[in-house]
């Protein structure tokens, strides 16, 4: 089972909507939420309870298996992610400033991110696919919720539409 979710952080947004240059802002690849990758019992952007509980800076997150991550940043590389993996078997990706790797074998996903103590998460690729899928739509659904003139945005706004399924924020 692949559950990828993340916290929304609704009034981010709002604020973000309210400035007069948003339709040219690049900073949407900066917007950091509460996100948790759980892979058939691993939990990929969390870290173990031991860090959790003393040496590692988890601020207001809910549990060891969340983390902060750029979540439209993600949301819009969903299909850059599939079509690499799909190609090539694998997808090396960077998360502000930490590894997400994943690498495809037959029917199988392996998905790394790189901090001292995160787990490594397995799943069937087909299932790994549709996560993202309904992520990449969630994410999308909720930032327009609050600020629909995203669609409209300079670089991102054909992703916010729907006519482009992926930005250039992964080549």
Known sequence: MVILEYIFKQQLVADLCSRTDL?????????????????????????????HRGNVDRGNLPSHAWN???VLFLA?????????????????????DTAFDLRARGLWITATYGLAGSDEGHALFAEFKEALANFSHQVRQ????????????????????????????HP
């Open 23 to 51: 339709l040219s802002y690049d900073g949407l690849e900066d917007i950091f939420m509460p996100a948790r990758l759980h892979m058939d019992g691993a939990e990929v952007f969390g870290v173990r309870e031991y860090y």
């Open 68 to 70: 902060e991550i750029p």
């Open 76 to 96: 819009m590389s969903c299909q850059s992610i599939i079509d690499d993996l799909e190609r090539t078997e694998r997808c090396d990706l960077v998360l502000y």
């Open 142 to 169: 909720d930032f327009l919720g609050v600020c629909p003139l995203l669609c409209d945005h300079s670089t991102y706004g054909s992703w916010f539409r729907g006519t482009n399924t992926d930005s250039q924020a």
